[in-house]
């Protein structure tokens, strides 16, 4: 792993497409409103029959400001009273859920996303998590992966010891960029220094794992002032750190229109941003994980890529994919078996169904077989940037080469071109190809043709 990444400008031009971030396979555009409901009760019938240890993921929408770059689901208010009825039908949805599994299914992640989840109050987080613990076998031994989103301004030493003492043992932090002409330009101050207490105070309370997110491609950014925010965060000595690539899609989501575009860093000064960041963290010990991901070499994530056994989900990178993922709250999407199912998007809308004492279950997908052998595929590509023909072989009965002959003028040019070694038994993602890897899974992704393009990012 020492050679994980090799920059090759030439190749990055020319495979860098707009496609998938695969955090599943088929992905959320495939989904329909033909899923419902009894799909889930089914899916939870056969995860309670198999035991099968569950992840959860509580989604918490409210946020007091809005951050102009922000494509997740959230409701913008002052008003903190606005979080007590959709705590009211979170807590029935639990309640509804937890009845169809087996308490002896044990909750090995849980993770608080949003919106910003500090939004609610402190009584409000303590009365959820003991309604979470009430009708989920949730770990008492921190052993458990239990994460939550933090905005550090809105949070403090107070609201850090309460999440403690409620089990959380991992923080995600927003920080996106330190520049305060930056934070100006996309609505979110946050100084150095109040990131800093917040890490501070993790650290202190001996929270097991802290993960910064950054974003390049922002207005105003230049490879120069985005190099000294990195430098920053390498002094803050996160286990993980995220380098998304802002993706601006004013026609999509409606805060980014407030972005002047005329602001945005150019393509070639993206890039450039992008390969200082890697050399950045590369010289200060961080491994590349994949789409975007940096850890330290004894973080989980790490050791789990060295050993084969990372996997992908909607909670991005996990060491938890053998769980059943559950998500409660409005938006928020399941993975249980062969199903995935989201919850409706619309606030109003999540409550009342619950208010009726229905499940907001909207719409989602159950996998085909076909499914199923790609989503194994995609899988293994993006988490070990290998692929062993012969495991797809036997777990799917198939004969490898055969089942993808359409594709292989496809990967034979990857190959011409220095992405990928193309062996009889395997396919290797060379250094230069891992920074692509999303494009090396695109050949192998059946609804790719007949989506638009432009529902996606780029891949750098």
């Not at 899923?35 to 089914?42: N, S």
């Not at 973080?299 to 769980?323: K, P």
Request: proline share 4%; hydrophobic share 40%; with cysteine.
């Amino acid at each position: 792993m020492l050679d994980a990444i090799r920059w090759d400008t030439d190749l990055i031009r020319r495979y860098d497409l707009a496609g998938p971030r695969y955090t599943s396979y088929p992905t959320a555009v495939q989904f329909n409103s033909q899923v419902g409901t009894f799909d889930l009760f089914h899916a939870l019938r056969d995860s309670r029959k198999a035991l099968r240890p569950l992840s959860l993921y509580v989604h918490v929408p409210f946020c007091a400001n809005i951050c102009y770059y922000c494509a997740c689901n959230k409701v913008i208010t002052k008003d903190r009273g606005r979080a007590q009825p959709y705590l009211q039908r979170l807590e029935q949805e639990i309640q509804l859920i937890a009845c169809h599994l087996e308490p002896a299914q044990k909750v090995e992640q849980l993770h608080f996303g949003g919106g910003t989840p500090t939004f609610l109050s402190h009584d409000e987080l303590r009365q959820l998590m003991a309604h979470l613990r009430k009708h989920f076998n949730l770990l008492d031994d921190d052993s458990g992966d239990y994460g939550i989103e933090i905005d550090p301004r809105e949070a403090d030493w107070s609201t850090m010891g309460l999440l403690r003492e409620l089990g959380f043992n991992r923080v995600s932090i927003g920080l996106q960029d330190l520049d305060p002409a930056v934070q100006r330009a996309v609505n979110r101050l946050q100084s150095l220094e109040e990131t800093r207490a917040v890490i501070d105070a993790a650290r202190t309370l001996q929270f097991r794992s802290i993960n910064i997110d950054l974003i390049y491609g922002l207005p105003k950014q230049t490879p120069e002032n985005f190099a000294r925010t990195v430098e920053e965060v390498i002094s803050l000595q996160p286990d993980r750190l995220s380098v998304f690539n802002y993706a601006h899609l004013p026609e999509r989501f409606m805060p980014q229109r407030r972005i002047n575009s005329h602001e945005l860093p150019s393509p070639a000064q993206k890039l450039e941003m992008l390969q200082r960041t890697i050399e950045q963290l590369t010289a200060a010990g961080y491994r590349y994980i994949g789409m975007d991901h940096f850890a330290l070499p004894d973080d989980e994530l790490a050791i789990a890529q060295e050993e084969q056994t990372l996997q992908r989900n909607f909670q991005g990178y996990t060491t938890h994919g053998h769980c059943d993922l559950i998500g409660l709250g409005v938006s928020a999407i399941s993975q249980i078996g062969d199903l995935y199912c989201q919850n409706n998007s619309d606030l109003n809308q999540y409550q009342n169904t619950l208010a009726a004492a229905q499940l907001a279950t909207s719409r989602g997908l159950v996998c085909n077989a076909d499914d199923r052998l790609r989503r194994a595929v995609i899988q293994q590509l993006i988490c070990n940037f290998s692929l062993e023909f012969a495991e797809i072989e036997q777990a799917f009965n198939i004969d490898f080469q055969g089942y993808f002959g359409a594709l292989w003028p496809q990967l034979q040019g990857m190959a011409n071109d220095g992405l990928i070694t193309l062996e009889r038994e395997r396919i290797e993602v060379l250094p230069a190809g891992r920074l692509l890897v999303r494009s090396v899974c695109m050949v192998f992704d059946a609804y790719l043709e007949q989506q638009n393009r432009q529902r996606f990012s780029r891949v750098i």
